[in-house]
């Protein structure tokens, strides 16, 4: 190695040198400890039996498989297993138990919302929001009103069947467009709008014909949102009285509603998620703060 | 390694025949009697005792928790500590543990030096305990030595194999009684004994088995000079008021042999008391000599007092040339000044005082512990919600840890907000309109806490104060948060 490199010894420690000198600090040629020059060879022996065993080197398309034959999808499925074994005996309970039953036990309620939690972030965040909290046009899940009713079993058959879905049995009906269809004159639909606003104490414009939206209300409008309008479950109606706008509370908003009709659409979830996950999800929903009890 | 100023490889002109690392040299120590020989017998006893026994020893804590005085309950998240347990989010007192733990350690070494090292730290007990197998089989020194040194014979074969044998066993009843912190002893060892014990016991039982092995068995001193961090820290927090193993030199020298000693005693010239016996460097087990001074090897175990004591006797010579002293006392001797004891010192008396404090503070912080815990978390999605009357609502996941051990109801309420109304979605209101909840004993109860404003009319920040009041003893928590408004 160091043959055409002359052989001198540091005076000092009687070492022979490796011939590098910088500044005149010379490097000594001393042996390496024994046991860290072990360890070297050892990782380096581990390295290629390492790249032998497992995946590791990438190819143009595709990667060394390694002789084992390990996946990272196989470990995770190892513990996907394991976990739902560990979930059994509950999940099992859940099966087994009615809605109220669940909500009367506490554990059984604890895991329940601990499930309905993860499974809500999965499957219904994208449009209720991560914590339930909605958007325009999405309901908000924490608040005290439910177009299509707030109970356990209410929401329970929601989230099953979906509203205007694929499902027969999932909740249909849904608010005509007045001004586009012609039901309605834009005079009209603005009398009614300020009406409307007025119901839930909003200020109207100055000089708003209210008596006018009252009859235009009630000829074209009671028989879903009620005389009063406070909404009927039935046919998912808003209840117009109260302080919660899906939409907006703003005039125009209320105008493009009325001209334009309203219908969100909620997904069936029945065969998607099975029949536990969604008792899961129900309690959960229930339990952010809405839930009415009958 | 201190008599090896420039070892055989660094003297090596080439790398090519070099060999790579200096080998470690073995050390006989030699079998001694005396009064730390006896000191380390009994303390080597007592500790290893507590540590193999007292996972046996039975606590009463009533039917909901383990009857065991020492138990690491990893599962249930609890720590039971004779009559005390801590809960996961206490584990500060741990911390505090090993403060004081350090500082004990200070003391000790401001005192008396590496003392823990000579008799109480595990590495030292544990290789005493393997040399005195070691020297129970194989005999003393010299017996060593010379087998080492001649071809094998099948009888010092049979005899090193029985010695290691014992040695694992040692090493493998040390990693059981490890275990059994974390589970019910009993019940433990009969799962172990009939293989029914959990993976993870086995792999922890081997794990300490080959580590005592090695290290007890093979590493020996060489943990202590090499790979043990304390020795070079001490060395930096000693001083010369310390009580070091010292050789007395101002006695000692000149030393040479006992006839040459006395004849120049007789001439009237002076002579040491040492008669260069080496039997104080034939003992330490760490193949010091300590006449050289104190070094980083030396584990103060006081070995070479006994031995040289005992050269003394027979030569009739006064005792301890070899002792617990100071630098400072054998320069007070050499320049003709009195001895004097210097335990009490600034450093001595700074060491103990905050080890009280700090012991002081964790007893005080124990006997206050409160026996209910509250947490309040708000919600971060949404902040707050619109209710359908106009007023504003923010959403609370309350946590409620009950450290008794019986069930117990609390009540909470709430200040900070005029009018705010409280719901509970997993606890219960009671008649009064009063949210409670019923925490089972020992455990923790976590519900959604739903706080409501009395109209819009709030500003977007209010600080809230939840109060949990245990029903039957009045004992209360509190826990502040905000209530959030648009
Ligand atoms: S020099 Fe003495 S005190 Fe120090 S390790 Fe050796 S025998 Fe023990
Ligand atoms: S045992 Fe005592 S007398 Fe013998 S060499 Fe050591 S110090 Fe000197």
Redesign the interface.
């Known amino acids: 190695m160091a043959h055409d490199i002359q052989e001198k010894v540091d005076a000092v420690s009687g070492v022979t040198t490796t011939g590098h000198s910088w500044d005149n600090i010379e490097e000594l040629n001393n042996p390496l400890p024994r046991w860290w020059l072990w360890t070297f060879y050892f990782t380096i022996v581990w390295a290629i039996a390492y790249c032998i065993a497992y995946p590791a080197w990438p190819l143009v398309s595709s990667y060394t498989k390694g002789v084992l034959g390990w996946q990272s999808r196989d470990a995770v499925e190892v513990e996907l297993a394991a976990l739902k074994d560990l979930r059994s005996g509950m999940t099992a309970k859940l099966a087994a138990s009615s809605l109220d039953e669940i909500k009367q036990d506490p554990e059984m309620f604890a895991f329940a919302r601990a499930q309905g939690k993860a499974a809500f972030g999965d499957n219904c965040a994208p449009c209720h929001g991560a914590g339930g909290g909605g958007a325009k046009g999405y309901p908000n899940l924490n608040d005290d009103d439910w177009l299509w009713g707030g109970s356990l079993e209410q929401i329970q058959q929601t989230i099953r069947f979906g509203v205007r879905s694929t499902s027969d049995e999932g909740h249909s009906g849904s608010m005509p467009a007045f001004g586009r269809d012609g039901m309605l004159k834009r005079e009209e639909i603005s009398q009614v709008a300020d009406y409307v606003r007025s119901l839930s104490g909003l200020p109207t414009d100055k000089g708003a014909d209210l008596a006018a939206g009252e009859k235009i209300f009630a000829d074209n409008c009671a028989a879903c949102h009620g005389t009063t309008g406070q909404g009927m479950q039935e046919m998912g109606a808003p209840n117009l009285t109260d302080k919660i706008w899906l939409f907006g509370s703003d005039k125009a908003v209320i105008v493009e509603g009325i001209n334009n009709g309203r219908g969100g659409v909620m997904p069936t979830w029945q065969g998607r998620l099975d029949d536990t996950t969604i008792k899961a999800l129900t309690l959960y929903v229930h339990s952010l703060g809405g839930g009415q009890n009958p | 390694m201190a008599d090896a100023p ?1 070892s055989p ?7 090519e025949d ?4 200096a080998p470690r040299k073995q050390i006989y120590p030699q079998a001694v009697k005396g009064r730390f020989r006896t000191i380390k017998w009994v303390v080597l006893a007592v500790t290893l005792g507590i540590y193999y026994l007292l996972p046996f020893l039975r606590w009463d804590r009533g039917p909901h928790a383990p009857d065991q005085a020492i138990l690491v309950d990893l599962a249930q998240g609890r720590f039971y500590f004779f009559f005390i347990e801590i809960w996961p989010q206490e584990v500060y007192y741990f911390t505090g543990l090993l403060v004081l733990a350090a500082l004990v350690l200070f003391l000790m070494n401001a005192v008396a030096g590496r003392v823990w090292c000579g008799y109480l730290c595990p590495q030292t007990v544990w290789t005493d305990l393997f040399y005195a197998v070691e020297r129970w089989i194989e005999g003393d020194r010299r017996d060593r030595m010379r087998k080492d040194r001649e071809k094998l014979t099948l009888k010092t074969a049979a005899q090193k194999s029985l010695k290691h044998f014992i040695w694992l066993m040692i090493a493998w009843w040390t990693g059981g009684a490890w275990v059994l912190y974390f589970a019910d002893a009993p019940t433990l060892v009969r799962e172990l004994a009939t293989f029914q014990a959990p993976m993870i016991a086995y792999v922890w039982i081997g794990i300490l088995t080959f580590t005592t092995y090695t290290l007890a068995g093979f590493m020996r001193e060489q943990v202590c000079t090499y790979m043990c961090p304390w020795p070079r820290i001490q060395a930096a927090l000693t001083d010369e008021y310390a009580l070091n193993v010292t050789y007395r030199y101002d006695r000692g020298e000149p030393r040479g042999s006992m006839k040459k000693n006395e004849a120049m005693r007789l001439q009237g010239q002076p002579a040491g008391d040492c008669i260069d016996c080496y039997q104080c460097v034939n003992v330490c087990p760490t193949g010091v000599d300590i006449r050289k001074g104190l070094q980083l090897d030396c584990i103060q175990c006081g070995l070479c007092i006994d031995a040289c004591n005992t050269v003394m006797e027979k030569i009739n010579r006064p005792l301890n040339l070899i002792a617990y002293d100071t630098e400072m006392n054998v320069k007070a001797r050499i320049e003709g000044r009195s001895e004097t004891r210097h335990i009490v010192r600034p450093r001595t008396i700074f060491y103990a005082a905050i080890i009280a404090l700090v012991g002081a503070t964790m007893i005080g912080s124990l006997a206050m512990r409160r026996t209910v815990y509250l947490s309040v978390m708000h ?4 902040l707050y ?6 007023s504003i ?1 923010n ?1 609370f996941t309350v946590r409620v840890a009950n450290k008794n051990l019986d069930e117990r109801s609390y009540a909470l309420t709430v200040e900070g907000l005029s009018g705010a109304k409280l ?1 509970i ?2 606890g219960e209101i009671d008649q009064q309109g009063q949210v409670v909840v019923k925490v089972g004993p020992d455990q923790t ?2 519900a ?1 806490v ?1 706080v409501s404003s009395q109209g ?1 009319d709030v500003p977007p920040s209010t600080d809230i104060h939840f109060t949990l009041t245990d029903l039957a003893t009045g004992d209360t928590a509190r826990m502040s948060d905000y209530f959030k408004a648009p």
Do not use: M
């Open positions: 420039v490889s660094l003297t090596n002109s080439g790398p070099a060999p790579l690392y919600d971060r999605n949404p919600v619109h209710l359908s009357d106009g609502r959403g719901d979605v997993g109860l976590e959604r739903l819009s």
